[in-house]
């Protein structure tokens, strides 16, 4: 018998309420606790008849014993309820009875206890564990709904809702988004498991100083490139931006992890009293790794008033690292700087109130004691106060958003300490009108600024302000009535009505609409030219050019064309690498279907449409191929083949005329369409290396990895992102050999 039938103990008291001119009705259920500590339950709603790998009509998230839930207005549906350490609730329910009841209850099963450990037999601590079950139906099941625990700090566990001899899957996702699975059946005296992984170690060690003090709360983390996350990880899918750290205990002692075996890694300790430590390469797996913090750098200079040469006595310097920042307060200090920075410190902020802000950037000291910043000379600034009003009306408009051209400074915009910057002065730099209108901003420049004015329903304007001005109203001019919009319908080339999305699509973008089951649509649009499609579960409608004019309904009929089926087959994929599909429309760019393969094979695309369309495979190796096909009416079938077998690489080194490159990426794009591109990381030491390319002709692009951090009282910056330092063409046969000398790097980047 199926274990499902003995399972249901979710006490549902069904209420049906028809909702008039809507095609739903509502649910009104009640859950019996039991005793049970969690009341998180998650119901998906299932239409019927079930299609395999359908998805759910809804899927709901109740947090007390009475819920409600919209379903759609059917004679039958069916609910799948999941819940933590119960067994789940599968159950059909009729909807023909105004007073119909189900009685639905969760029961417990049993539970599993274990604990997860590293391949180097350390315990992993806060890590998530997501159950994969095998006696649900065949649909799909959304991650956030799937019952999850969390290991302890000693790296134990405990999983309820079992059932004895029933096969299930454990899924332990580790903080850096890498994740393992293991098979696991249970019976009555075989409820404990030890997860150890299969490729996961942990580095461990110590922070001291140079007395060979041990150091508590000192910072250690790994420099990581962004390329480099899927292989030191454990990851076929990692995040682009995650880098393992920790503080040291109070013994000094730390540990990271879990991490790749025979990996080598860039790591690093700071303390904000203590300096940093030299930059060390370690290996996963070493349990006896020694940080030492070599001291700080003395910095000096002076603060001083632009205008009168006096000496600024109350002021704010930050010093920035690619990791945080540090605060230096200074008040009476006669405009003397003298503090002991970090040494990885790569640029400073100079702020005092009444005044502009001094930013210095492309500072290093990495190789001095003592760095001196000279005379800052800040200029003064003003504040400007005004009010914003209709002007037809002249009553005030509240909420207008003021903003003058401080928010940027001309000569960083491009790089990342624009965006830093930007973040900083952001506070001053924006004010909205309160409820006469008025505004303020701080921090102006006593220099010409521009002011940027914009409100709801208004037009927006911009003034240049003189320097000296300090008052400044603005008269705001409203918008013509915005009524310019698409209607239309989606159907089949039957003329039935199907439910879908339909994209508007401009050069610079595109917005959405949904069309239910009626398939009626409406949506306001800004004039413009628009390509305009439906994309449906039967298909991909025709494209229609549509021109919005201001206050005109434009009327669209969108026929779906169900016919199109495409056959991608996949060849040379390597052992664990994973192809996601991507099927755009080449009419209007707009996405059409996505899905993924897990090795060479092939995938089938049903119902896709008539016409042409561009495919993208982009692989958890990071290799990608583009491919254009077209499916045609007489035919109504494609077939398209992606052959990833390319054993061809570029290898080499890259230099540039005052210094190393540092850590970046390289992006191989091949010139022809349908060859093999992909990506590979620069070295410390410069070397670079790209695998599994075709012959032929490629561009090949430099990018270099920059981070900063800045962290304030009340918010705080943390980024950077990658600047392109050049590019050069290659032809590659076989194993090609390219060395390469970049341009000078520029300092402000």
């Keep these: 018998m199926n274990p499902l039938r003995l399972i249901l103990s979710v006490f549902l008291i069904i209420v049906v309420v028809h909702s008039k001119g809507e095609n739903t009705v509502t649910l009104n259920g009640h859950i019996v606790a039991n005793g049970h500590q969690s009341h998180t339950v998650f119901v998906g709603v299932f239409e019927l008849p079930m299609r395999p790998e359908a998805e759910a009509w809804s899927w709901t998230r109740v947090e007390s014993t009475e819920f409600t839930l919209n379903v759609p207005d059917a004679k039958e549906i069916q609910l ?42 350390v315990p992993v601590a806060n890590t998530w564990l997501i159950l994969g079950r095998n006696d649900l139906p065949n649909v799909q099941i959304p991650v956030y709904t799937k019952p999850s625990w969390k290991s302890d700090a000693n ?13 299930y899957e454990i899924e332990v996702s580790l903080q850096s988004g890498a994740s393992e699975t293991f098979p696991v059946k249970i019976s009555e005296g075989n409820k404990h498991r030890e997860l150890r992984l299969s490729n996961g170690y942990y580095v461990m060690g110590r922070v001291v100083d140079l007395d060979q003090d ?29 880098s393992p750290s920790t503080a040291t205990d109070a013994n000094g002692e730390f540990e990271i992890g879990p991490l790749q075996r025979d990996k080598e890694l860039t790591l690093v300790a ?46 704010t310097m930050f010093a920035v690292r690619g990791d945080g920042s540090r605060k230096y307060s200074y008040a009476d200090s006669k405009g003397e700087v003298s503090s002991m920075v970090d040494p990885k410190t790569v640029g400073f902020i100079v702020d005092s109130s009444e005044y502009s802000v001094h930013f210095r950037t492309g500072v290093t000291l990495e190789s001095v004691n003592e760095y001196d910043l000279g005379e800052i000379a800040l200029n003064r600034s003003r504040q400007l106060t005004g009010q914003v009003y209709d002007a037809g009306t002249r009553e005030p408009v509240v909420g207008a958003t003021v903003s003058h051209s401080a928010s940027r400074l001309t000569e960083y915009v491009g790089t990342y300490w624009d965006r830093l910057i930007g973040d900083y002065l952001g ?19 006593g220099d010409s600024t521009q002011l940027e004015v914009s409100a709801d329903d208004y037009q927006d304007q911009r003034h240049q302000i003189d320097g000296g001005t300090t008052v400044f109203d603005v008269a705001l001019v409203k918008k013509k009535s915005a009524s310019s919009r698409v209607s239309g319908r989606i159907e089949s ?23 239910q089951s009626d398939g009626l649509f409406d949506h306001v649009l800004s004039p413009n030219k628009y390509k305009v499609i439906a994309i449906t579960d039967h298909g991909v409608s025709n494209v229609e050019i549509v021109d919005v004019v201001e206050d005109e309904i434009q009327e669209v009929t969108l026929v779906v064309d169900s016919r199109g089926r495409l056959t991608v087959s996949i060849k040379g994929l390597w052992d664990g690498e994973i192809v996601q599909l991507n099927i755009s429309s080449e009419a209007s760019g707009v996405g059409v279907r996505s899905m993924e393969r897990n090795g060479n094979g092939e995938v089938v695309v049903t119902e896709l449409g008539i016409g042409e369309f561009r495919i993208r495979a982009w692989s958890n190796r990071e290799r990608t191929q583009v491919k254009s096909i077209q499916v045609s009416a007489s035919s109504e079938e494609a077939f398209v083949q992606f052959n990833f077998s390319g054993n061809s690489r570029i290898f080499g080194s890259l230099t540039m005329p005052n210094g190393s490159v540092g850590s970046g990426r390289l992006f191989a794009t091949p010139k022809q369409l349908g060859k093999t591109g992909g990506t590979g990381a620069i070295n410390t030491d410069g070397t670079y290396e790209i695998k599994g390319l075709d012959d032929g002709e490629y561009t090949v692009y430099v990018q270099r990895l920059v981070r900063l951090s800045l962290s304030l009282e009340d918010r705080g910056w943390s980024g950077g992102g990658t600047v392109r330092v050049g590019q050069f063409d290659v032809l590659i046969r076989g194993d090609t050999q390219r060395d390469v000398q970049l341009p000078t790097k520029s300092d402000s980047e």
């Design 214 to 242: 041990r150091i508590q709360e000192a910072r250690v983390s790994f420099l990581v490139d962004e390329g480099e996350i899927d292989s030191i990880f454990h990851s076929q899918f990692g995040p682009n931006d995650w």
């Design 155 to 167: 790296g134990r566990f405990k999983i309820g809702g079992l059932v004895a001899n029933d096969s």
């Design 270 to 315: 700071r303390h904000e009293e203590k300096g940093s430590s030299r930059v060390l390469q370690v290996a996963s797996g070493e349990h006896n790794v020694e940080l030492v913090l070599a001291g700080m750098v003395r910095v000096v200079g002076s603060v001083l008033d632009a205008a009168t040469g006096e000496p600024i006595d109350d002021f």
């Design 427 to 445: 506070e001053t730099a924006h004010s909205a009108t309160n409820e006469n209108g008025e505004y303020l901003l701080k921090g102006v420049s």
């Design 80 to 121: 799948v309820a999941l819940r933590n350490d119960s067994l789940p609730v599968v159950q059909r329910i009729q909807l023909g009875s105004a007073d119909a009841q189900i009685e639905l209850e969760f029961q417990e099963g049993l539970t599993l206890e274990g604990n997860i450990l590293s391949t180097d037999g």
């Design 493 to 515: 080339l039957a003329g039935d009505p199907l439910a879908g999305e339909v994209y508007f699509a401009t050069e610079s973008g595109a917005s959405v609409a949904r069309a």
